[in-house]
């Protein structure tokens, strides 16, 4: 840790805060890439003072988190663990069945007892369905064992290393005091809001993508309504050529024979006209 320390006094290391703002937002940005891309963040904090810190910050960005003892072999037996977290998920399916009233007092107090166990162990990592993809330890030497186990995975750790630490095996080192609760407050306060920022560019992001996707759908659809449009009124044109007015033959002889009548009557007269004037004619004669 020498390259962090700003200097000693009184037998006590004074780390260089420069020095830790810099390591800060390089572990900000790297935690909020991981966060942006849908993964998961496994936060480690089983000392006194961090516990309920921890808890508290995670929970409200749904990230899992181990505040309690640390099972051995949760990254590297992780389907065993797995299988842990299923047989307390069907516990709860087995309280609300009907084969739950069936059961003895003492097998209920059993059930129940394992029930809170698993709880307090395993309780926050229901949602942790595979490995995650990074790790933040609050003590790098009390969380050993789980900096070994992601070590061995590849998984990359991010850690609040105290001058009393090793960073070596560390992927993004965060030079701080790990025992004052001020300091693990702040630290995880800021790791936290980077993944919280990180998801909402993520949901920015997939939003924008729905739109996009629904505006290509309505720019192809367009183009075939254009194309029904045509076709309806070319349909339209045909049906318009097709029903042109014929007149019946029915109507036209009907008509015809009405002309015939209508120039016989004109003929009749003239012709009582020109009797009339024969008759007129034969008179003066006869005269």
Do not use: C
């Amino acid at each position: 840790m020498h390259p962090y320390i700003f200097m000693e006094k009184n037998g006590i290391h004074i780390i260089d805060l420069q020095k830790t703002i810099v390591k800060i937002d390089e572990a900000a940005a790297a935690i909020k890439q991981i966060s942006k891309s849908g993964r998961k963040v496994l936060f480690v904090a089983t000392k006194k003072q961090a516990k309920d810190i921890v808890a508290d910050l995670v929970s409200t960005v749904k990230m899992p988190y181990v505040t309690e003892r640390w099972p051995g072999g949760m990254l590297t037996n992780f389907p065993t663990i797995r299988k842990a977290v299923k047989k307390m998920v069907s516990i709860d399916k087995m309280t609300k069945d009907s084969s739950w009233e069936k059961l003895s007092k003492r097998e209920k107090l059993q059930i129940t007892r394992q029930r809170a166990k698993l709880e307090k162990i395993l309780g926050s990592i229901v949602d942790l369905t595979r490995l995650p993809s990074a790790l933040f330890v609050v003590d790098v030497m009390k969380e050993k064992i789980a900096v070994r186990e992601a070590q061995r995975l590849g998984i990359p750790i991010f850690g609040m290393v105290d001058t009393n630490s090793n960073p070596n095996g560390i992927d993004f080192v965060i030079p701080a005091n790990d025992d004052a609760s001020q300091s693990i407050q702040l630290i995880t306060g800021v790791m936290v809001d980077a993944i919280r920022e990180g998801l909402q560019e993520r949901r920015v992001e997939r939003d924008k993508e729905d739109m996009d996707s629904d505006i290509e759908g309505e720019e192809e659809e367009q183009p075939r309504r254009t194309r029904r449009a045509r076709k309806t009124v070319k349909k339209a044109d045909v049906v318009e050529e097709e029903t042109e007015v014929e007149i019946p033959e029915e109507i036209e002889e009907a008509e015809e024979d009405d002309d015939f009548e209508t120039g016989g009557d004109e003929d009749g007269d003239a012709g009582s006209d020109e009797q009339e004037e024969d008759e007129e004619g034969s008179s003066s004669t006869e005269l």
